[in-house]
């Protein structure tokens, strides 16, 4: 007998730095690069139901990659999704949307995939739809994620920095991830390449947040409002680089609020995806 | 700076059906099979220190995989271990401490290796101690982790069933792992690939005790004390599976309780190990 309903966990990801690997094949196409998980994240309830329907904090609301998911999984389900966190800004949340409800479908329709399969629907869901090109993979991990190569298992290959820390955010608006892709994928993946290549070097904490700064000081993507924010903490002392993709500014430690900011807080989180 | 002092947290791991890998290289030897992480485990906190040093639970101990771990790494520090689990009963610690002890050393003693170097460090100091071969790779991973080729990265290769789970275990006794190895490899490799192979047609939480039950019956690798709460829960309708290699037997739900007995009580963790 199936449950009636499973509930599962995703965190947030930010990326700090990344290379656009486009190929015919969904599965092949993501992105390289390096970006952490955290502790705020979504929530996302599945039930089996006579028709989809996606909530997102109660709203009834399109959501590309869930919508994805569940039809490549051949399910119709209620979607209940909660999040802390502002969507279109930087915390791959179409991605964590998608693979918590393709973690809940499994379970509560008892479908005998395996997490890669399922990794591998709600990438390829995040990709169809536009909205991400590697959050998937790192969310389904945790930490502070290397993306090696691009795509979904078995393509895909991972590492990570073993870390923690605290995190500091703060979100001024949403950025579009397909217009910015289109701009200059070319620019952004020899900048994400090189930055990857430094970190790589020498994987620590310390030197990803210098990755991510140089990338962001790179490729040129920070808004007027990010640029006042880097500016401000570095001319404090501190280190900050900007959430690709969102008008997003994170920091560890006490960075942000040290530049007398208010920023939201939270932590590198160890642990990825899971159901509850 | 270093910082002074690192914690590291690493789940217990409970094989339930395996299939050895010998080859002359400690990195590519290892086991195929199935088994999940524990919300039981260990701790492990390193120290710079003047001379190496181990204690577990407070006294002064030779853990081989742990000294095999420093030593790779080319540390001296004093290493302190607490774990509520009984050691060589089939949890996979001999693995949990040496991967705790490098995730632990890398931290305090900056030395920049990624998550999949330490991963390495700490297989092959579990290999050659001879103490374990597919614990460290499970509790680095975390859930219920399928193994489908031995070994560390990049030679292993994993995949997970998402689920949750409480379980129940009983330990009765040790099992010496070496010992048990030698007397029949080819016949536990037999029956290991075979239960491996009819889990992975049916990848679920269900499917890999029944599994593990039938691993146990082929090998017959059960002690008499085993081999009678196995029968005593499977007469009360239940279903439980020997833990390799210990004196131990595991069941999920409440079937070792509900036979009578008095089990300890955790839950399969999601997030394997991690830097606190």
Redesign the interface.
């Known amino acids: 007998m199936p449950e009636p309903v499973a509930r599962?966990v995703v965190p947030g990801h930010v990326t700090g730095l990344f290379a656009v690997h486009q190929t015919d094949d969904p599965v092949r196409t993501g992105s390289r690069g390096a970006g952490f998980t955290m502790t705020d994240g979504v929530t996302v309830t599945v039930r089996p139901n006579d028709e989809r329907k996606v909530l997102v904090d109660g709203e009834p609301t399109t959501v590309g990659s869930v919508q994805r998911v569940l039809e490549d999984l051949g399910v119709t389900a209620r979607v209940e999704i909660e999040t802390d966190l502002p969507i279109g800004t930087g915390f791959g949340l179409s991605g964590g949307m998608g693979l918590g409800t393709a973690?809940g479908a499994?379970?509560v329709f008892?479908l005998?995939?395996?997490?890669?399969d399922?990794i591998r629907v709600a990438h390829v869901a995040d990709v169809e739809a536009g909205t991400g090109l590697g959050d998937v993979v790192a969310q389904a991990r945790?930490?502070l994620v290397?993306r090696l190569e691009a795509g979904a298992p078995?393509h895909g290959r991972l590492?990570?920095?073993?870390?923690?820390a605290r995190v500091e955010y703060l979100t001024r608006g949403e950025l579009s991830t397909p217009t910015v892709l289109n701009e200059r994928p070319a620019e952004i993946t020899r900048a994400g390449n090189q930055a990857l290549e430094t970190l790589l070097a020498?994987?620590?904490r310390d030197r990803f947040l210098e990755a991510a700064q140089e990338f962001t000081a790179d490729v040129g993507l920070a808004t007027e409002s990010v640029r006042t924010i880097l500016e401000t903490v570095e001319a404090n002392g501190g280190q900050a680089a900007m959430a690709m993709l969102g008008e997003t500014v994170f920091a560890f430690d006490h960075d942000l609020s040290d530049a007398g900011y208010d920023p939201q807080v939270a932590a590198i989180d160890?642990?990825?995806a899971?159901?509850?």
């Open positions: 599962a973690f499994n379970a008892d005998g995939q395996t997490t890669t399922l945790g930490g290397l078995p590492d990570g920095i073993e870390t923690t020498d994987p620590t160890p642990c990825g899971s159901l509850e």
